[in-house]
């Protein structure tokens, strides 16, 4: 299953008054593992920043005039997001300003939904957890993940700690760097892959019945049928034959004994 942990920075909080996205952060994850292969782009938005977003994110007007445009970058990140789930926080805030910048693309009107599927992690996070505080800063501290970087908002920061509060929250892996022997060469795309893991054989024990367990087993199932009058369903059955294991696990069970 592949997803998409996204997060994005704007000029202010509403689309409808023109507000625009200026920085915009995905990373990948395949069947619950980062990949290693992200989405980064700042974009000047060809407007000014609200004082109150400034606060939030510390990116200044003046430091996005050389960026490029959303209209330059939008082919490049929908291949990226195509046949997705993304995943995000408050996810109806940062699609109504994705799907505001699809809108004033030429062609046909498209929608992030049209391109992927979409899963609210703060929606989430309220059904597991009604009632509290739901912020991404309160489900690090719920789940423990280190959010000490974030002294301010940054849209690929924020998807990076987001992937681990999401694996956190639905499968109790919080922990997402693995060591380069767990890492595969890099692939065409130049992402990493986990290798398959080793798994060395362990001889098991075989429990076997002694003769007195059978003879209590025979006598259980002649009380059953008796009192049941003749419906007890093992009786029918034919008895199985308990195996004598080999003599290899019996001589690593006597080693590891």
């Given at each position: ?240 034959r308990v195996m004598t294991p080999p003599d ?10």
């Open positions: 299953m592949r997803q998409i942990v996204l997060d994005t920075e704007t000029t202010g909080l509403e689309p409808e008054l023109n507000h625009r996205i200026i920085e915009i952060g995905c990373v990948e994850l395949l069947n619950r593992r980062r990949t290693g292969r992200s989405f980064h782009r700042y974009l000047n938005p060809e407007r000014e920043i609200d004082d109150g977003a400034l606060a939030v994110h510390g990116i200044s007007r003046t430091e996005l005039d050389g960026q490029p445009r959303f209209a330059q970058i939008a082919e490049e990140l929908l291949a990226f997001l195509e046949g997705a789930e993304l995943v995000i926080h408050n996810a109806a805030f940062d699609v109504a300003f994705l799907d505001a910048e699809l809108t004033r693309l030429p062609g046909p009107p498209r929608t992030v939904g049209s391109v992927c599927k979409i899963l609210d992690t703060l929606a989430l996070a309220r059904e597991l957890h009604p009632g509290q505080r739901n912020s991404l800063d309160a489900l690090c501290k719920r789940y423990e993940v280190d959010n000490s970087a974030r002294e301010l908002h940054g849209a690929l920061l924020d998807a990076r700690i987001l992937a681990d509060v999401y694996l956190a929250m639905t499968g109790g892996q919080a922990a997402l760097a693995l060591t380069e022997a767990e890492l595969g060469p890099p692939s065409a795309d130049g992402a990493r892959h986990a290798r398959a893991p080793v798994r060395t054989a362990v001889p098991l024990p075989i429990p076997t019945a002694s003769a007195e367990e059978l003879a209590a087993h025979e006598a259980m199932l002649a009380l059953i049928t008796r009192v049941s009058g003749g419906r007890c369903v093992w009786a029918g059955l034919e008895t199985v290899s696990v019996l001589e690593a069970q006597r080693s590891s004994a």
